[in-house]
């Protein structure tokens, strides 16, 4: 649209009325744009767990092996004078030779009992290859499984060989004898860890992989040919799962500096504390307090294991410290495997990685297997050296003085080095360093609080955050936490758990085991607790208890079921629908809960949540209710009657507005089917009875065979979009089955072939395009035939019914699935269908042994030719009869049998044969109910058991595991909507602004005043003849319905953008389509004459357009003028002979009118009622009687009054007060229309009037206060279409007789059009809808002949 400039800078507008548009724009409530709209009903995939240790180990003994020789050096190494002595602390030049031994064996034995006090410790001192031996197999045959560790201290002997040995003594210390590794192995076994500490230490590690190596080729040998002379032998075991920390490379000597100990290896693994601090005073010792020596750091105060001495906070920090060094710098398996899986291989790792810093300073590089990635130079070294700096600069004063010690600020400052990297949020960064120390912190009562909270932010970032948290081993800390009764950990711990549940729901069975599931059913039962903990304290207790016998059980003896029933209505939804969720799972499958509840009548209390505001909670009643009757245990007569009961008040959903609920109750209902799975089998089979003989009703075909419109070559054969709702609408019938149809499809009588429509197709290959599930070619019951049941149900009395009473539950629930494999929601009938057909398929194959195939019904499956005229009953109007009032027909409702049809590419569009009978076309006479549909006759034959169980009690809908996800997401972070720099935001903002802009320049234009209306600005083919078009508010894009499709056209660019299959069946048709949420994220509203509602996203862009929902906003529509389609002139003129002749009303299909801001949708048609729902909750909230035996034709309303204006086929006009009672509500009803009124408009403003008009052409004007018109005017007769545009007071007509008169408030006319523009002037075709743009002066006109166009004002005022 190219405005006038002065047009965007009129004065007229004042900015403060753009700013106010604006602002409205953005008060606007979002219809369907919910998570349950948005997103598959599914839980998260669920991710991997490798946290849990999956072989936790210990090391149960340790063989001590030291070849020191006291005063006798070795050949082969030079030592220093003065040089390094100290073995484990003691100087062995200090005592007699065997003192030395003996008390340097007892010392290392203390050492390592630090670290492991209950294993078993043998030493060996100086010992010869035997005693060696004796001692490993003895160790081993005790140790079994478990770990064995070997270590070696080899300072009295020479260094180790490089054939693999290292060295002992003979029995009389005269020589030195070789040890090999190999021979080490066998009698070490695995799994083992070896400390080696002697220089040359790497060759040993160099030797041990070559043995494991040849070892496993040995064991591949013997396995491969049990004949070797290898595989006689004893096996070797396997040297997998060994490990090894030596003290320095394979060509490197020990330090011997004097001021270091001889095992400086040893002293670094056993006696970190002393060692690092011994090192920091050499190494700093000038940058030291003064006062600060080596001998006063003997004497600093404390324990190690008690936190709260500076020696114990001391070691707490190193822990934290190389904890957090592994953390970050190894593999996640490598630091699994060495620093969580064994807690002396953790502590021995650990104090490796101090070995590493302090050897290196000193020449020396430690070796381990598995190899570790360099760590010495880790930032947080420098944490320590701070640490001990700060411990250290107080010891003088406290020695001295006994000065208090203060404590450290390490857990501290980490803590809120956490804290920052929490605060900027960047998503995918690495994760912080500082996480293993947060787990050190939760130790301490003085950070603990901070600690937790500071987790619970982090696990909130999203399931990998809880994923690291467990990783890191957080698990063992925060069950043991639920043991405290602190209460301010109580909203933290449930925070956490409910994080760590949502994530890895696997943890239930720990949590049971160490009773942490009555902390939770206390913080459930504490009512001051806030809602939100108690919704995610309910929450863990559903995990609990999710398929987990013992969790039920312990979680019964809680008294679960009592807490979870007082607070059914608690005002929180969250915390309503998990209760619910949780109580569904304590009973499913567990006699006793379920008798708790019978007797705390659990489902009564349940029932009051049916009819529940948000929809998750009304399905998760559903959910419980269904688990309810889904037991499996045996049943008495009480039994019997309560799931009677629970059934009928399920029952009572089968409208609901969610298809979210909708698909629960199929599920629900289908728990009952298979409890009471032989009385179902008797319906079912008397319904098939039934269904076989009984003709339905049909209108004949009326057209003659003369009057067929030729099939046109049309310029663009439209490529139909195939569509996908969540999954796919309908499996698009494959190019395979396509084939297979078109084979089938015979000639009629006259040799002519039958008409070829996307409806047609799904006759002949009844199964292939029924169902979107992979167990399609495997249904027994077509669509078809579900359907006519239903409308037999409907009809017939059925009081045949073999041995169950015909009102009985049975046969109600019966109909309730046939009622819900006819849903709109392509998943909802699915699951119905698969019910439906399960039992269908165990009634017939117990009813008779074989299926038997007719096979002359085979090939007789095309639609019914329409020559065949006589051969139906004709009735007038069409309409199968209605059924009688005591028909008990659970929803009251004439069923709508759908064709679900589509195809993946669209045929011609062919104008369809003669007027379309319904029901006639769909099942032809001669097609048996059990035969396969032609499509898979030849391939499977007749295998009686070919067919499989459909429902299992695994029939689910993912609902708990979707809703689950809500705790698994991040809860604290603003969503993006309101995140003001988000993409999301600034899209939005991009919207609105374009909206102000709309409103502001056409505003201009209307209020000058618009003269003409009839430049053609646009004019294309549509695909199918156009019914109904709807201009968007905003954009350039103009939604124009055909009778099953929606095309979408941008009409400024002139091209198509879009065309998709709306998924109504056959016999119906687009009758009305609405925007919502035009003014951001628009959908479409699609309504049929068989009262379904549509909701679509994604049309009219490069993505597939999606069903976001769909539900029965009309359940009792009367099919009047039903099945004839607006394909030909012959179907139009029907039309209009309805509208001028007032005894046959009807036919008015749906109309609607939408609210945005109240999210109010008004919907009536061929019914007596206006029905109103709430999009928000997706619920009926209102039916107001119209008071009159005829359609309702049109809708307007106006939220501010709460009026609704309704015209009616009789020609009143009714204008309703929703605020008031059922009775009172009608508050006016004009009369002076003597025929069908096409239009009433109500204007928006506050004093607005009502504008109507009827068929006759007269247009009246009310003020709604009045009784009597204020104003008439007469405009052209037999019109077939009308709009009234909202600003600029035109009004639109259009005429049966080829012309649209374009009239304004004074009833002048405007414009006259009656040919197009170009095409050499063609004649315009019988106008079947026009619709004004809501904004600008364009007027959208839709003819018979397929031709879509739209006029505009002149040119130089746009």
């Given at each position: 649209?190219?405005?006038?400039?002065?047009?965007?800078?009129?004065?007229?507008?004042?900015?403060?009325?753009?700013?106010?548009?604006?602002?409205?724009?953005?008060?606007?409530?979002?219809?369907?744009?919910?998570?349950?709209?948005?997103?598959?009903?599914?839980?998260?995939?669920?991710?991997?767990?490798?946290?849990?240790?999956?072989d936790?180990?210990?090391?149960?003994?340790?063989?001590?092996?030291?070849?020191?020789?006291?005063?006798?050096?070795?050949?082969?190494?030079?030592?220093?004078?003065?040089?390094?002595?100290?073995?484990?602390?003691?100087d062995?030049?200090?005592?007699?030779?065997?003192?030395?031994?003996?008390?340097?064996?007892?010392?290392?034995?203390?050492?390592?009992?630090?670290?492991?006090?209950?294993?078993?410790?043998?030493?060996?001192?100086?010992?010869?290859?035997?005693?060696?031996?004796?001692?490993?197999?003895?160790?081993?045959?005790?140790?079994?499984?478990?770990?064995?560790l070997?270590?070696?201290?080899?300072?009295?002997?020479?260094?180790?060989?490089?054939?693999?040995?290292?060295?002992?003594?003979?029995?009389?210390y005269?020589?030195?004898?070789?040890?090999?590794?190999?021979?080490?192995?066998?009698?070490?076994?695995?799994?083992?860890?070896f400390?080696?500490?002697?220089?040359?230490?790497?060759?040993?590690?160099?030797?041990?992989?070559?043995?494991?190596?040849?070892?496993?080729?040995?064991?591949?040998?013997?396995a491969?040919?049990?004949?070797?002379?290898?595989?006689?032998?004893?096996?070797?075991?396997s040297?997998k799962?060994?490990?090894?920390?030596?003290?320095?490379?394979?060509?490197?000597?020990?330090?011997?500096?004097?001021d270091?100990?001889?095992?400086?290896?040893?002293?670094?693994?056993?006696?970190?504390?002393?060692?690092?601090?011994?090192?920091?005073?050499?190494?700093?010792?000038?940058?030291?307090?003064?006062?600060?020596?080596?001998?006063?750091?003997?004497?600093?105060?404390?324990?190690?294991?008690?936190?709260?001495?500076?020696?114990?906070?001391?070691?707490?920090?190193?822990?934290?410290?190389?904890?957090?060094?592994a953390?970050?710098?190894?593999?996640?398996?490598?630091?699994?495997?060495?620093?969580?899986?064994?807690?002396?291989?953790?502590?021995?790792?650990?104090?490796?990685?101090?070995?590493?810093?302090?050897?290196?300073?000193?020449?020396?590089?430690?070796?381990?297997?598995?190899?570790?990635?360099?760590?010495?130079?880790?930032a947080?070294?420098?944490?320590?050296d701070?640490?001990?700096?700060i411990?250290?600069?107080?010891?003088?004063?406290?020695?001295?003085?006994?000065?208090?010690?203060?404590?450290?600020?390490?857990?501290?400052?980490?803590?809120?080095?956490?804290?920052?990297?929490?605060?900027?949020?960047?998503?995918?960064?690495?994760?912080?360093?500082?996480?293993?120390?947060?787990?050190?912190?939760?130790?301490?009562?003085?950070?603990?609080?901070?600690?937790?909270?500071?987790?619970?932010?982090?696990?909130d970032?999203?399931?990998?955050?809880?994923?690291?948290?467990?990783?890191?081993?957080?698990?063992?800390?925060?069950?043991?936490?639920?043991?405290s009764?602190?209460?301010?950990?109580?909203?933290?711990?449930?925070?956490?758990?409910?994080?760590?549940?949502a994530?890895?729901?696997?943890?239930?069975?720990?949590?049971v085991?160490?009773?942490?599931?009555?902390?939770?059913?206390?913080?459930?039962?504490?009512?001051?607790?806030?809602?939100?903990?108690?919704?995610?304290?309910?929450?863990?207790?559903?995990v609990?208890?999710?398929?987990?016998?013992?969790?039920?059980?312990?979680?019964?003896?809680?008294?679960?079921?009592?807490?979870?029933?007082?607070?059914?209505?608690?005002?929180h939804?969250?915390?309503?629908?998990?209760?619910?969720?949780?109580?569904?799972?304590?009973?499913?499958?567990?006699?006793p809960?379920?008798?708790?509840?019978?007797?705390?009548?659990?489902?009564?209390k349940?029932?009051?949540?049916?009819?529940?505001?948000?929809?998750?909670?009304?399905?998760?009643?559903?959910?419980?209710?269904?688990?309810?009757?889904?037991?499996?245990?045996?049943?008495t007569?009480?039994?019997?009657?309560?799931?009677?009961?629970?059934?009928m008040?399920?029952?009572?959903?089968?409208?609901?507005?969610?298809?979210v609920?909708?698909?629960?109750?199929?599920?629900?209902?289908?728990?009952?089917?298979?409890?009471y799975?032989?009385?179902?089998?008797?319906?079912?089979?008397?319904?098939?009875?039934?269904e076989?003989?009984y003709?339905?009703?049909?209108?004949?075909?009326?057209?003659?065979?003369?009057s067929?419109?030729?099939?046109?070559?049309?310029?663009?054969?439209?490529?139909?979009?195939?569509?996908?709702?969540?999954?796919n609408?309908r499996?698009?019938?494959?190019?395979?089955?396509?084939?297979?149809?078109?084979?089938?499809?015979?000639?009629n009588?006259?040799?002519?072939?039958?008409?070829?429509s996307?409806?047609?197709?799904?006759?002949?290959?009844s199964?292939?395009?029924?169902?979107?599930?992979p167990?399609?070619?495997?249904?027994?019951?077509?669509?078809?035939?579900?359907?006519?049941?239903?409308?037999?149900?409907?009809?017939?009395?059925?009081?045949?019914?073999?041995?169950v009473?015909f009102?009985?539950?049975?046969?109600?629930?019966?109909?309730?699935?046939?009622?819900?494999?006819a849903?709109?929601?392509?998943?909802?009938?699915?699951?119905?269908?698969?019910?439906?057909?399960?039992?269908?398929?165990?009634?017939?194959?117990?009813?008779?042994?074989?299926?038997?195939?007719?096979?002359?019904?085979?090939?007789?499956?095309?639609?019914?030719?329409?020559?065949?005229?006589?051969?139906?009953?004709?009735?007038?109007?069409?309409?199968?009869?209605?059924?009688?009032?005591?028909?008990?027909?659970?929803?009251n409702?004439?069923?709508?049998?759908?064709?679900?049809?589509?195809t993946?590419?669209?045929?011609?569009?062919?104008p369809?044969?003669?007027?379309?009978a319904?029901?006639?076309?769909?099942?032809?006479?001669?097609?048996?109910?059990?035969?396969?549909?032609?499509?898979?006759?030849?391939?499977?034959?007749?295998?009686?058991?070919?067919?499989?169980?459909?429902?299992?009690?695994?029939?689910?809908?993912?609902?708990?595991?979707?809703?689950?996800?809500?705790?698994?997401?991040?809860v604290?972070?603003?969503?993006?909507?309101?995140?003001?720099?988000?993409?999301?935001?600034?899209?939005?903002?991009?919207?609105?602004?374009?909206?102000?802009?709309?409103?502001?320049?056409?505003?201009?234009?209307?209020?000058?005043?618009?003269?003409?209306?009839?430049?053609?600005?646009?004019?294309?083919?549509?695909?199918?003849?156009?019914?109904v078009v709807?201009?968007?508010?905003?954009?350039?894009?103009?939604?124009?319905?055909?009778?099953?499709?929606?095309?979408?056209?941008?009409?400024?660019?002139?091209?198509?953008?879009?065309?998709?299959?709306?998924?109504n069946?056959?016999?119906?048709r687009?009758?009305?389509?609405?925007?919502?949420?035009?003014?951001?994220?628009?959908?479409?509203?699609?309504?049929?004459?068989?009262?379904?509602?549509?909701?679509?996203?994604?049309?009219?862009?490069?993505?597939?357009?999606?069903?976001?929902?769909?539900?029965?906003?009309?359940?009792?529509?009367?099919?009047?003028?039903?099945?004839?389609?607006?394909?030909?002139?012959h179907?139009?003129?029907?039309?209009?002979?309805?509208?001028?002749?007032?005894?046959?009303?009807?036919?008015?299909?749906?109309?609607?009118?939408?609210?945005?801001?109240t999210?109010?949708?008004?919907?009536?048609?061929?019914?007596?009622?206006?029905?109103?729902?709430?999009?928000?909750?997706?619920?009926?909230?209102?039916?107001?009687?119209?008071?009159?035996?005829?359609?309702?034709?049109?809708?307007?309303?106006?939220?501010?009054?709460?009026?609704?204006?309704?015209?009616?086929?009789?020609?009143?006009?009714?204008?309703?007060?929703?605020?008031?009672g059922?009775?009172?509500?009608?508050?006016?009803?004009y009369?002076?229309?003597?025929?069908?009124?096409?239009?009433?408009?109500?204007?928006k403003?506050?004093?607005?009037h009502?504008?109507?008009?009827?068929?006759?052409?007269?247009?009246?004007?009310?003020?709604?206060?009045?009784?009597?018109?204020?104003?008439?005017?007469?405009t052209?007769k037999?019109?077939?279409?009308?709009?009234?545009?909202?600003?600029?007071?035109?009004f639109?007509?259009?005429?049966?007789?080829?012309?649209?008169?374009?009239?304004?408030?004074?009833?002048?006319?405007?414009s006259?059009?009656?040919?197009?523009?170009?095409?050499?002037?063609?004649?315009?075709?019988?106008?079947?809808?026009?619709?004004?743009?809501?904004?600008?002066?364009?007027?959208?006109?839709?003819?018979?002949?397929?031709?879509?166009?739209?006029?505009?004002?002149?040119?130089?005022?746009?």
């Open positions: 649209m190219k405005m006038d400039s002065d047009l965007l800078h009129s004065p007229a507008v004042g900015l403060t009325e753009e700013e106010e548009a604006d602002m409205n724009d953005w008060k606007l409530p979002l219809a369907f744009m919910k998570k349950r709209h948005s997103e598959k009903i599914e839980g998260s995939k669920a991710l991997a767990q490798s946290w849990r240790m999956k936790r180990m210990k090391t149960v003994s340790v063989a001590l092996v030291l070849c020191l020789n006291v005063g006798v050096d070795p050949p082969d190494v030079v030592k220093t004078s003065p040089c390094a002595r100290l073995e484990c602390w003691i062995p030049l200090s005592m007699s030779p065997q003192k030395a031994l003996e008390t340097i064996g007892a010392n290392l034995q203390k050492q390592y009992e630090n670290w492991q006090p209950r294993a078993r410790y043998k030493q060996s001192l100086d010992p010869t290859v035997d005693e060696v031996k004796k001692l490993c197999t003895s160790l081993r045959r005790n140790a079994k499984e478990e770990r064995v070997f270590h070696y201290n080899g300072h009295g002997v020479p260094r180790p060989t490089v054939n693999g040995e290292i060295w002992v003594f003979n029995k009389n005269t020589q030195y004898i070789p040890l090999s590794i190999y021979d080490l192995q066998t009698w070490m076994g695995s799994p083992s860890i400390v080696y500490d002697c220089s040359n230490a790497g060759i040993i590690v160099k030797s041990f992989k070559q043995f494991a190596l040849q070892r496993e080729q040995e064991l591949e040998v013997a491969i040919n049990p004949s070797h002379p290898l595989a006689q032998m004893p096996l070797p075991p040297m799962n060994c490990i090894q920390l030596a003290a320095c490379e394979a060509s490197e000597l020990l330090p011997m500096n004097p270091l100990p001889a095992d400086l290896f040893t002293s670094c693994l056993t006696t970190p504390i002393k060692i690092a601090l011994r090192w920091f005073c050499m190494q700093k010792s000038a940058k030291l307090v003064p006062g600060v020596t080596l001998d006063l750091i003997e004497k600093i105060p404390g324990r190690l294991n008690d936190r709260r001495t500076p020696l114990g906070e001391l070691n707490w920090i190193f822990t934290a410290i190389t904890d957090t060094i953390w970050n710098v190894l593999p996640r398996d490598l630091f699994q495997k060495l620093f969580r899986q064994d807690l002396l291989v953790a502590s021995l790792f650990r104090n490796f990685l101090l070995a590493e810093r302090i050897m290196r300073s000193y020449n020396c590089t430690p070796v381990s297997s598995p190899r570790l990635p360099p760590t010495y130079m880790h947080m070294w420098q944490a320590w701070l640490a001990v700096d411990c250290l600069s107080q010891l003088p004063t406290i020695i001295e003085e006994g000065t208090a010690f203060r404590h450290s600020p390490f857990f501290a400052e980490q803590l809120t080095a956490f804290q920052v990297w929490l605060t900027m949020g960047v998503e995918n960064r690495n994760p912080p360093e500082q996480l293993p120390i947060v787990l050190q912190v939760l130790l301490s009562q003085v950070h603990r609080l901070r600690a937790l909270d500071l987790l619970g932010r982090f696990l970032l999203g399931p990998w955050a809880v994923s690291l948290a467990l990783s890191v081993g957080i698990f063992p800390y925060v069950l043991k936490l639920l043991q009764s602190a209460r301010e950990l109580r909203p933290l711990l449930v925070f956490i758990w409910a994080k760590i549940l994530v890895d729901s696997s943890c239930q069975a720990d949590l085991k160490d009773n942490g599931h009555k902390y939770f059913l206390s913080v459930l039962a504490d009512s001051y607790m806030p809602a939100e903990h108690r919704t995610m304290a309910v929450f863990i207790l559903a609990i208890v999710n398929s987990y016998n013992t969790g039920q059980e312990a979680c019964l003896q809680g008294n679960l079921i009592a807490n979870c029933l007082e607070q059914l209505s608690d005002p939804p969250l915390l309503r629908q998990w209760v619910a969720i949780c109580l569904g799972r304590i009973w499913q499958n567990f006699e809960a379920r008798w708790c509840g019978v007797r705390d009548s659990a489902h009564e349940l029932y009051t949540l049916l009819s529940d505001p948000i929809p998750e909670v009304r399905c998760a009643a559903v959910f419980a209710l269904g688990t309810f009757v889904g037991n499996s245990a045996e049943r007569d009480h039994s019997t009657t309560i799931d009677h009961n629970v059934a008040m399920l029952a009572q959903l089968i409208n609901d507005g969610s298809p609920v909708r698909k629960e109750l199929v599920v629900a209902l289908s728990h009952l089917v298979v409890q799975e032989s009385n179902f089998c008797t319906v079912a089979l008397q319904f098939i009875e039934e076989k003989n003709t339905v009703p049909s209108p004949a075909n009326t057209a003659e065979p003369g067929l419109t030729p099939v046109r070559d049309s310029p663009a054969i439209p490529r139909l979009r195939s569509v996908n709702s969540y999954t609408i499996a698009a019938t494959t190019a395979r089955n396509l084939n297979k149809s078109l084979q089938n499809l015979n000639l009588e006259e040799g002519v072939p039958a008409a070829f996307p409806g047609n197709l799904s006759t002949s290959s199964t292939s395009s029924t169902l979107g599930s167990d399609n070619d495997e249904y027994i019951l077509s669509f078809e035939t579900i359907d006519k049941m239903r409308r037999v149900s409907s009809y017939s009395s059925l009081n045949s019914l073999i041995g009473s009102n009985s539950v049975y046969t109600q629930i019966w109909r309730v699935l046939l009622h819900l494999a849903d709109p929601f392509p998943e909802v009938s699915d699951l119905a269908m698969k019910v439906l057909n399960s039992i269908a398929y165990k009634a017939t194959m117990n009813a008779r042994p074989q299926r038997i195939l007719d096979s002359g019904s085979l090939t007789q499956s095309a639609p019914a030719s329409p020559t065949s005229k006589g051969t139906h009953i004709h009735q007038a109007g069409g309409s199968p009869p209605m059924p009688s009032a005591s028909s008990s027909s659970l929803t409702e004439v069923p709508k049998p759908p064709a679900r049809e589509q993946a590419t669209r045929p011609p569009y062919t369809t044969l003669g007027g379309q319904p029901h006639s076309h769909q099942f032809p006479r001669t097609r048996k109910m059990f035969d396969k549909g032609p499509e898979q006759a030849g391939e499977d034959g007749d295998e009686p058991g070919g067919h499989r169980n459909y429902i299992s009690a695994a029939l689910q809908t993912g609902l708990c595991d979707w809703s689950a996800k809500y705790f698994a997401q991040p604290m972070k603003i969503p993006e909507e309101h995140d003001l720099e988000s993409q999301v935001r600034m899209e939005r903002q991009w919207r609105f602004l374009r909206n102000t802009r709309v409103r502001r320049q056409s505003r201009g234009i209307t209020q000058r005043g618009v003269s003409r209306l009839d430049d053609q600005i646009f004019i294309n083919r549509n695909p199918g003849v156009p019914s709807k201009f968007h508010p905003f954009n350039t894009c103009i939604a124009v319905a055909d009778k099953d499709s929606i095309c979408f056209w941008d009409w400024e660019k002139g091209e198509r953008l879009d065309y998709f299959y709306n998924g069946p056959r016999y119906t687009i009758t009305a389509m609405e925007y919502l949420n035009g003014h951001d994220c628009s959908l479409l509203l699609t309504a049929t004459d068989d009262g379904a509602l549509r909701i679509w996203k994604n049309f009219a862009d490069q993505k597939n357009p999606e069903m976001v929902t769909a539900w029965q906003g009309l359940s009792d529509m009367l099919p009047t003028t039903r099945g004839q389609p607006t394909s030909s002139v179907s139009l003129a029907r039309r209009v002979s309805i509208y001028l002749d007032r005894s046959k009303q009807g036919g008015a299909g749906m109309v609607v009118d939408w609210e945005q801001e999210g109010l949708l008004m919907t009536s048609g061929d019914v007596r009622v206006v029905r109103i729902w709430d999009t928000d909750r997706e619920m009926k909230v209102q039916d107001i009687p119209t008071g009159a035996d005829s359609c309702v034709t049109s809708l307007s309303c106006d939220s501010q009054r709460s009026l609704i204006v309704a015209g009616l086929g009789d020609g009143s006009v009714r204008v309703f007060d929703r605020r008031m059922p009775n009172e509500c009608r508050v006016m009803t009369r002076e229309h003597g025929a069908w009124v096409v239009k009433a408009h109500l204007q403003e506050t004093d607005g009502i504008i109507s008009v009827s068929v006759n052409g007269d247009v009246r004007f009310f003020e709604p206060r009045s009784p009597d018109s204020i104003n008439v005017l007469q052209v037999g019109l077939t279409a009308l709009d009234i545009h909202p600003q600029a007071n035109l639109a007509c259009g005429s049966m007789n080829q012309f649209i008169a374009v009239y304004n408030a004074n009833g002048d006319v405007i006259n059009i009656k040919y197009y523009d170009g095409f050499m002037g063609q004649r315009i075709g019988a106008i079947s809808c026009l619709a004004f743009h809501p904004h600008w002066p364009h007027l959208a006109v839709g003819s018979n002949d397929y031709y879509m166009s739209i006029y505009s004002a002149e040119k130089r005022l746009r």
